[in-house]
């Protein structure tokens, strides 16, 4: 149940909060799963200790439940490694999520820069059009 708690917290709570990503997944009604992610446009309200520590916490865990496994394993104690492998299957869902939340924020960035330079391109064009209707 901890793990269980863990992985809810971390999915749903410091996520949003720290760096402001979050996902969730849906099954559709035809059975087809469906992973939506959400990010906050505004990164500068984002403490850059809070993203360190979040970023850095996650690759950190990640690591010690496989090295975790790994010693379990080869300590030929299975059951206790498969219960490992649950964990790190677990935080392996969540970093590779917040990896893509971290993209599609990338990519919103790009399409707000781009939307805005557009307006920018046509603010101009139009400035010049009408200074040229003026001569």
């Not at 300590?75 to 917040?98: P, R």
């Amino acid at each position: 149940m901890c793990i269980r708690d863990s992985f809810w917290t971390v999915k749903n709570i410091t996520g949003r909060l720290l760096v402001g990503l979050r996902w969730w997944s849906k099954i559709k009604p035809d059975g087809e799963q469906d992973w939506i992610f959400e990010c906050k446009l505004d990164e500068s309200k984002l403490n850059s200790v809070d993203k360190t520590f979040f970023w850095g916490g996650q690759l950190i865990f990640t690591g010690v439940w496989l090295a975790i496994f790994i010693i379990n394993t080869l300590s030929l104690k299975l059951t206790v490694a498969f219960l490992n492998l649950f964990v790190f299957a677990l935080l392996i869902v969540n970093l590779y999520a917040y990896y893509k939340c971290s993209d599609e924020k990338k990519k919103q960035m790009s399409d707000l820069a781009t939307r805005a330079g557009s307006q920018v391109a046509g603010q101009v064009i139009k400035s010049s059009l009408m200074q040229g209707n003026r001569a």
